[in-house]
Nanobody, 121 residues
Framework: QVQLVESGGGLVQPGGSLRLSCAASGSIFSINAMGWYRQAPGKERELVATIFSGGTTNYVDFVKGRFTISRDNAKNTMDLQMNSLKPEDTAVYYC???????????????WGQGTQVTVSS
């Protein structure tokens, strides 16, 4: 049973910072892409950033220069450092990973339960 668990969300003032973490546990042989998504009230879930096992990263335009994604392949963890936060960054942030549980199994996509980030004065 694979689990992705996010942590680090909370309430922060505009211009502040938060660091989100995601830990993958359970039967894991390898993880390919990992990513952060977010969903604001009344809106669809959207991609924030992705990172591949080799370290290649991609960011959507609205977080470039403010957010930094990183991962520790040995620990099966991923972080999102969020700086210069804006009220429009308020959303539930979800961890996502493409992983395989065993050497010869197919890659499957997994989601965490989400962590709330609220940017407000």
């Amino acid at each position: 049973q694979v689990q992705l668990v996010e942590s680090g969300g909370g309430l922060v003032q505009p211009g502040g910072s938060l660091r989100l973490s995601c830990a993958a546990s359970g039967s894991i042989f390898s993880i390919n892409a990992m990513g952060w998504y977010r969903q604001a009230p009344g809106k669809e879930r959207e991609l924030v950033a992705t990172i591949f096992s080799g370290g290649t990263t991609n960011y959507v335009d609205f977080v470039k220069g403010r957010f930094t994604i990183s991962r520790d392949n040995a620990k099966n963890t991923m972080d999102l450092q969020m700086n210069s936060l804006k009220p429009e960054d308020t959303a539930v942030y979800y961890c996502n990973a493409d992983l395989r549980a065993f050497r010869y199994s197919m890659y499957r996509n997994y989601w965490g339960q989400g962590t709330q980030v609220t940017v407000s004065s």
